[in-house]
């Protein structure tokens, strides 16, 4: 079924069979649920090719609210173009240093009275 749809968006078998050998729990994902609210996002508001997910199947993986969005936004605002990888494979702090020119904040502890002595 997952397969059926992705052909429908104009993607080759080849290119199919390509995602589900570098990230195989593509093929458990929901259409509906998944798939297409992700690929609609990147089409429509990411303004990117669906083959865009040949490349970084994994993108399926990531939620949509949580991760794809806000990064998205964060690089739009800054007018940063970069591979989805690149925009989803890095950690927050490690996507904050490229992306965001912040670099590891030092974290002080507070002083407890037990410390002063």
Known sequence: MEIMYLMKLGLSEEE???MVRTFSPL????IEGV???KIEFL????????RDVVS???YFSYSLEKKIKPRYWVLKRRDIKCSLKDMLGKN???FAAEFMGIGRMPVSHPVS???SL
């Open 35 to 37: 798939l297409k609210p």
């Open 56 to 58: 970084y199947p994994r």
């Open 113 to 115: 009275s037990n410390d």
């Open 16 to 18: 199919i069979a390509f």
């Open 92 to 94: 927050d702090e490690e």
């Open 27 to 30: 093929l458990g994902y929901s």
């Open 43 to 50: 089409v429509n508001s990411m303004e990117r090719p669906v």
